[in-house]
């Protein structure tokens, strides 16, 4: 397939500049952003010990630290707590927003009886009716399930809806030609077609789900299977415990961005191989 | 190599395959894409569509395919339609492997890939393509794709290929090509072929019927017979035989197209 030359490689001075360019992208790329959340860190660390701002209006990057890993036996459980929520709700609504799209994919009346519904609950703010889930449904877990799961599932839905609308004409009428059934053209092309659709959508749920976690344990308070991170952070707010806040916060944030490098990394790799975003140019 | 495909017979003494009798198809809104078309098709054949755009090429080729049907008249076929197809686009599905694309019609008629391995394997041998079963499409390059298209097309070994323009956005040396190909490989399978082209050389070049249509409404003008035995290569393409055929077709072409604007 590669046409390997054996001559001594002759590059002129343009294309030595572009590998260069390109090189220093590649290390730059990591060590700039790194470099900023450092010097942002050190930069707060200055102001609380120039100010001599109280730890208990702000504490600085050591002490949040610090409290981290004093505070680990309370936070790291509620850590998991949080996360499993989380991850439950992120796969209902990997489940119930693929199951959805198919369903609408393989019936119009379907989607046009029901997508009205999907989209009230996309834009009511879960908070508002959360409340409202914890009065009806009687399982802690559940509602809490059910509060992540109508956050994260519509970017899933409607990728997903879109990406198994897209397939190229030529292939539908191929399709047609060849005599495929409803359920081969939705196995064989609809469903890869939609692939890159539906990643996309779960990498934006799997930040959702995060968020709606942590709204819904905000309404529903404590009580039945444990405490996760938000609670802990009310808890720590009402005792004005405020490096444990910024501990608890430190460690959402964490998890939300390991949520998307980790849902980031299964998107590449099943991607890398046809998809044009996954594919690394050979130049 | 054994090929087994069918031997065509001398043009005169082909067997009937398919027949397009007084076929219109009217558009809603009126536009009469096609009136009253009758082409007849037999085993072996190669049949070039020349036409400007608009004529209703595609239209009569989607009609064949069984992708819509008639406004009026008929399509006949002996036996049970068995087509492929290569649009002008190589239409490959970006997600599968070479191999995977050209096994695409098995696999919509529940064959195995163990089953047809064999017919895969000489499909791409056929188009030059054996080193690259493996290959993702992106990889490839527009002809190379263009032949993995063909290949989809044959392996199935139908009674009619249907060709869309098939070659119209590639350059003209890969043209070149791809038509000396497709001739050798024509000859190795036997087909019959419907192909649809706007350029006057390519029908002369590759067909031994050239059916020119004119636009407005888009009908069949005239058949232009191309009396030059099979097989065509380099010399056939410089013969003064092929400049005068050339020219037949072209003032036919410029003709239909005088009529209808
Ligand atoms: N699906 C369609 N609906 C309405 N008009 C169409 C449709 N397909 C083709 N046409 C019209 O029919 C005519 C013939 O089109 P087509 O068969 O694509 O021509 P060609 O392939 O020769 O360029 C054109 O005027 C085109 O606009
Ligand atoms: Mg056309």
């Known amino acids: 397939m590669t046409v390997t030359d054996t001559t001594e490689p002759l590059i002129d001075a343009g294309e030595q500049a572009r590998l260069t360019a390109r090189r220093r992208e590649r290390v730059l790329r990591w060590l700039l952003p790194m470099l900023t959340v450092i010097a942002a860190l050190v930069l707060w660390d200055r102001i609380v010990v120039w100010n001599a701002i109280p730890h208990y209006i702000l504490p600085g990057p050591g002490l949040v630290a610090r409290t981290l890993v004093q505070d680990a036996p309370i936070l790291f459980p509620a850590l998991l707590v949080t996360l499993q929520i989380t991850l439950m709700a992120l796969a209902v609504a990997v489940i119930g927003g693929v199951g959805l799209a198919v369903l609408f994919s393989l019936s119009r009346w379907t989607e046009m009886c029901f997508y009205p519904f999907a989209v009230i609950l996309q834009v009511t703010p879960v908070v508002a009716i959360a409340p409202l889930i914890f009065i009806y449904v009687e399982n802690r877990l559940v509602g809490l399930l059910l509060c992540a799961w109508i956050v994260a599932f519509f970017p899933i839905l409607s990728n997903t809806s879109l990406g198994l609308r897209s397939t190229d004409p030529n292939l539908r009428d191929l399709y047609t030609i060849y005599g495929a059934s409803r359920w081969q053209r939705l196995r064989y092309l609809q469903l890869p077609t939609a692939l890159p659709y539906f990643l996309g959508g779960l990498r934006i749920a799997g930040g959702l789900s995060l968020i709606g976690a942590v709204v819904a344990e905000y309404v529903a308070g404590t009580g039945g299977i444990g405490s996760g991170l938000a609670f802990r952070i009310l808890e720590a707010g009402y005792r004005l415990n405020i490096p444990r806040m910024f501990a608890a916060l430190a460690l959402i944030a964490l998890t939300g961005i390991v949520i998307f490098a980790a849902l980031s990394l299964i998107s590449h790799l099943a991607l890398r191989k046809w998809h044009e975003s996954a594919v690394r140019r050979t130049e | 190599m054994v090929v087994t495909w069918r031997k065509p017979k001398p043009v005169g003494q082909r067997p009937p395959l398919m027949r397009m009798d007084g076929v219109d198809k009217v558009f809603p809104g009126g536009i009469r894409a096609l009136h009253d078309m009758t082409l007849q098709v037999n085993e072996g054949d190669f049949v070039s569509l020349l036409g400007p755009s608009g004529c209703g090429k595609s239209t009569a080729l989607r009609l064949i395919a069984g992708l819509m049907q008639p406004t009026r008249g008929e399509i006949r076929w002996e036996g049970t339609a068995e087509i492929g197809v290569v649009f002008q686009e190589p239409t490959l599905m ?28 000489l499909a791409l041998r056929l188009v030059g393509l054996e080193g690259f079963a493996r290959a993702y499409p992106r990889e490839l390059s527009g002809g190379m794709k263009m032949r993995v298209s063909i290949a989809r097309a044959m392996v199935t070994r139908p009674k009619l290929i249907l060709m869309d323009e098939p070659f119209a956005a590639l350059d ?17 399978i036997s087909s019959t072929v419907i192909f649809v082209t706007h350029s006057v050389f390519e029908s002369v070049f590759l067909s031994d019927r050239i059916v020119v249509m004119a636009a407005r409404p888009g009908r069949v003008f005239r058949e232009l017979a191309v009396p030059a035995p099979y097989p065509r290569g380099e010399e056939f393409r410089t013969s003064a035989d092929y400049a005068a055929l050339c020219r037949t077709a072209s003032d036919t072409l410029h003709h239909a197209m005088g009529e209808s604007a």
Not at chain 2, 96 to 118: C, D, I, S, W
Not at chain 2, 173 to 187: A, G, M, S, V, Y
């Open chain 2, 172 to 188: 003209e040396i890969t043209r070149h090509k791809l038509n000396k190909d497709l001739l050798e490989l024509k000859e190795k």
């Open chain 2, 94 to 121: 970006p997600w599968a492997t070479v191999e995977e694309n050209v096994y695409l019609p098995f696999r919509l008629k529940h064959r195995r890939f163990v089953q047809v391995a064999e017919d895969i394997r």
